[in-house]
């Protein structure tokens, strides 16, 4: 008989863990409390527009191509991206006008974006960016392979690879982020638009060090695409290709409890019955992990994770025209950029000149909302629940002061809005994250590689974690690469 295994969550990792191990002939059950694969990928269904909850902007689709290809199917039979050319257009405010001052548009072609800097900005600026490409490639080479798609459950591990580390040194990757972009960029616009990436690791991009760039070459250089019909078509794609393979799935089922003995899970305890099985791999956010194993949450010497900053999104639905100038993914650069972070990451405060992610998913997919509407997705920074935002108290200022930003954006009272939905950190916890954080523990250097939380986990010997909560870490491409290695893991404890 084919050994069985419980994927606990139909999330990006969940899903690529259940894939590779029904590949290797296990019999797999993928349980989620959730009613819908894809996780944090949600989507929101209201009067004909379908609108993403969840990450929307789609890198190293790759990493997510070849899935299907280690299964032996095609991809394009499960799903459709189209590249977005720009990737992202950028505005930065200056310091005097509240409307902002120049906009740049990304493009992962490199002599489009060659040409973009050297009209908006200078010909020396866009040389600097053809020696940052050829640096980030360089850089991706080495820490890539060695050191994201890699098992790095111990420190033994990880100076495991002397030669990589010592080139990734060379590299400046322990230099600080800012030192580094600074080198190839004169200009801070330049210097804002290469650096900021590092946010979405949960780190400030003036505190992060040169590894974190890579982020920026995954979605600058190779750039950004958009699957058709949605970011959930992928999931629905990965879901759909699990079922080829013999993957059962038990939505709306929420996992409490596992069954131990002799420190080995020899069932999962749902809220509608047990489901027997050789080994688990779980995407439970680490802290509700820990409350379920009866656990400390806490790091090495007793110390407290420290979570990533959140995020305020506000989904709209509106009809009516918006500006030309809102282009698919939009960058609005605050004033104030030092003091910014120093607050969101730092004092877990509000930003005081925040950047806002505007997305308009329907200008390259009309047909995510009936005719003559838009998809407006619009996301900000905040500080966790456990920063010192009272959202009770001053979330409704917040809101009003959110809400004139995006006027000043583009997105004006003509436009009739037929649909809202907004999430603060509040709604994110309801959700099971962590203090009400999509984006799980920051990428300190004491909370990455072999300091995050294992994939083995270290008192259960066939408890094996996946997704953002461990190694790699956090985003799409990052927690794909997580689901493969511990379906890796959990082989090895089937054995
Ligand atoms: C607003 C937002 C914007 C983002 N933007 C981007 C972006 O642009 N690009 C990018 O790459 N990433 C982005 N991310 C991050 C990205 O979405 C996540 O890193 C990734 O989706 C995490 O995948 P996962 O499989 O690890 O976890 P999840 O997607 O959270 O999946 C875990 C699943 O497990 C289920 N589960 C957990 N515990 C239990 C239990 N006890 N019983 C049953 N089920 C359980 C949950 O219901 C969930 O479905 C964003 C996230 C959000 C929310």
New binding site residues.
């Given amino acids: 008989m084919s050994s069985s295994v419980v994927v606990?969550?139909?999330?990006?990792?969940?899903?690529?863990a259940a894939i590779e191990l029904a590949q290797r002939g296990v019999h797999v059950t993928v349980?989620?409390?959730?009613p819908y694969?894809?996780?944090?990928?949600?989507r929101y269904d209201r009067e004909g527009f379908q609108i993403d909850?969840?990450?929307?902007?789609?890198?190293m689709p790759e990493l997510f191509r070849d899935i299907f290809r280690r299964a032996g199917r095609d991809p394009d039979e499960y799903v459709t991206f189209r590249k977005l050319e720009p990737g992202y257009h950028a505005s930065f405010a200056d310091r005097t006008s509240v409307d902002g001052g120049g906009r740049l548009a990304t493009f992962s072609d490199r002599d489009q974006m060659y040409a973009e800097i050297e009209t908006q900005v200078s010909r020396k600026e866009a040389e600097g960016y053809l020696q940052f490409r050829r640096y980030l490639e360089e850089l991706f080479a080495v820490e890539f392979p060695s050191f994201i798609d890699a098992q790095l459950d111990s420190v033994g591990a990880l100076l495991g690879n002397p030669r990589a580390l010592v080139r990734l040194a060379r590299l400046r990757g322990f230099q600080r982020l800012p030192k580094v972009v600074r080198h190839y960029f004169g200009d801070e616009r330049l210097q804002q638009l290469f650096s900021f990436q590092a946010l979405?690791a949960g780190l400030s991009p003036l505190r992060a060090l040169g590894i974190f760039a890579i982020i920026s070459y995954m979605d600058v250089v190779l750039g950004v695409v958009q699957p058709v019909g949605g970011m959930r078509a992928a999931a629905d794609g990965l879901e759909r290709l699990a079922r080829d393979l013999g993957v059962e799935f038990r939505y709306g089922?929420?996992?409490?409890a596992f069954v131990l003995q002799h420190q080995r899970i020899t069932s999962v305890v749902?809220d509608e019955g047990s489901i027997a099985s050789d080994a688990v791999v779980?995407?439970?956010?680490p802290g509700?992990?820990a409350q379920?194993l009866g656990r400390p949450f806490r790091r090495l010497g007793g110390l407290r994770w420290r979570m990533s900053p959140s995020?305020f999104?506000s989904l709209r639905g509106v009809r009516g025209e918006l500006p030309a100038s809102l282009g698919h993914h939009n960058i609005f650069f605050g004033s104030e950029w030092t003091q910014a972070f120093e607050d969101l990451v730092d004092s877990g405060r509000m930003m005081s000149e925040p950047s806002t992610?505007v997305s308009v998913p329907t200008r390259s997919d009309p047909e995510l909302a009936p005719p003559d509407s838009h998809i407006v997705y619009a996301?900000e920074p905040v500080p966790s629940l456990d920063g010192r935002f009272d959202w009770e108290r001053m979330g409704p200022g917040f809101v009003d002061r959110f809400d004139r930003r995006l006027v000043r954006f583009g997105v004006t009272e003509e436009l009739t809005t037929s649909v809202r939905h907004d999430?603060d950190p509040r709604g994110?916890a309801q959700?099971?994250?962590d203090a009400g954080t999509?984006?799980?523990l920051a990428h300190t250097f004491f909370q990455s590689g072999p300091f995050r939380p294992t994939m083995q986990d270290p008192r259960i010997s066939n408890l094996v974690r996946?997704?953002?909560?461990t190694t790699p870490?956090?985003?799409?491409?990052?927690?794909m690469v997580?689901?493969r290695l511990s379906a890796e893991v959990a082989l090895g404890r089937l054995q």
């Fill in positions: 606990v969550g139909a999330g990006f990792a969940g899903l690529t349980v989620d409390r959730l694969p894809g996780g944090r990928s949600g909850t969840g990450p929307t902007v789609f890198t979405y089922r929420a996992v409490e749902t779980t995407s439970t956010d509700d992990l379920m995020c999104l992610l996301l999430i994110w959700l099971g994250m999509p984006f799980s996946t997704g953002s909560g870490g956090v985003g799409l491409p990052l927690v997580s689901g």
